[in-house]
């Protein structure tokens, strides 16, 4: 069995793991709210019937289902540290690998695409392994890496939604590692990483209008509110505002959004993680 990556704690460690009850759903909500955005983007990129796509931290593998679906004849590889959640009927051609992104390899140009989503935002290493992810991508392939961001709720006119969102975003910072604005700057990198026909795309996750993106916000608050205040984060009355504010007819507002980021690689271009 592989190490979980590290950070301070680890994701592994931390109250967004596979074993705290609730992840599963939370996942489901993630996918209910987000794949309607990737899967627009993944169905743009014209890969052939027969592409071999890896989904690295699959988690509940909505994502690895949908590539099955749509590329039959290809071999899809569906990845995570913990694959108790990604099962699939029988006879779906899709090879579950347990793998941690951080630690273990693919041979070099092994996909026609490599694709992540919210993964790189949590692990310390994204950058080299951003890099090690262009070098799994064959010439001609695509790099899809999709995160998540929070700075769509920097402009918030609700006090008490702002200061939960960023008490959220230090929690995860300081028990998993994650960043949540690095998705901000992921298509400047992957331009800076030589990839062909970079594209961004925005999913703005709505909260407060009982939508897809609301539930996922509800359920990962919900998740979360024991380990805001066990840290200090934010304190009960808070959490009473926040409830108030958030079963008021006439609250909405933006929290976790999800940022899409496509590149081809260049055919015949050097390896790009070699330090
Ligand atoms: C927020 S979930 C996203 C799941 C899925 N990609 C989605 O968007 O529906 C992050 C996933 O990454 C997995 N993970 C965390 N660290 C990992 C690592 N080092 N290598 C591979 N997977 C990892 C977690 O177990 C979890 O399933």
Not at 192 to 206: F, I, K, N, Q, Y
């Amino acid at each position: 069995m592989t190490e979980a990556a590290h950070g301070p704690e680890g994701y592994a460690s931390s109250y967004v793991a596979h074993h705290v009850p609730g992840e599963q759903a939370r996942l489901h909500a993630l996918e209910a709210a987000f794949d309607p955005a990737t899967f627009r983007v993944l169905s743009r990129l014209g890969l052939p019937e027969d592409a071999r796509c890896l989904d690295l931290g699959a988690g509940a593998g909505s994502v690895a289902a949908w590539l099955a679906a749509h590329h039959p004849l290809g071999q899809i590889t569906a990845t995570d540290t913990d694959t108790r959640f990604l099962r699939f009927p029988p006879r779906t051609p899709i090879r579950v690998l347990r793998h941690d992104a951080v630690r273990e390899d693919f041979p070099p140009e092994a996909f026609d695409l490599v694709h992540a989503r919210a993964l790189l935002c949590h692990l310390p290493q994204r950058e080299k392994l951003l890099r090690r992810a262009v070098d799994w991508v064959r010439p001609g392939g695509w790099l899809v890496v999709e995160d998540l961001s929070v700075r769509l709720a920097d402009t918030s006119p609700h006090l008490v939604f702002k200061k939960v969102t960023r008490a959220g975003e230090e929690l995860l910072a300081t028990t998993v590692g994650s960043d949540l604005r690095w998705a901000d700057k992921l298509a400047g990198r992957f331009t800076e990483l030589d990839l062909d026909d970079v594209e961004s795309s925005t999913a703005p996750g709505t909260v407060g209008d009982r939508s897809a993106t609301d539930a996922f916000w509800t359920a990962t608050f919900d998740q979360a509110v024991p380990a805001l205040l066990d840290k200090g984060l934010l304190t009960r009355q808070d959490m009473a505002a926040m409830r108030a504010l958030h079963r008021s007819p006439d609250f909405t507002d933006t929290g976790i959004s999800l940022i899409s980021v496509q590149g081809r690689k260049k055919a015949g271009g050097a390896p790009v993680s070699t330090p």
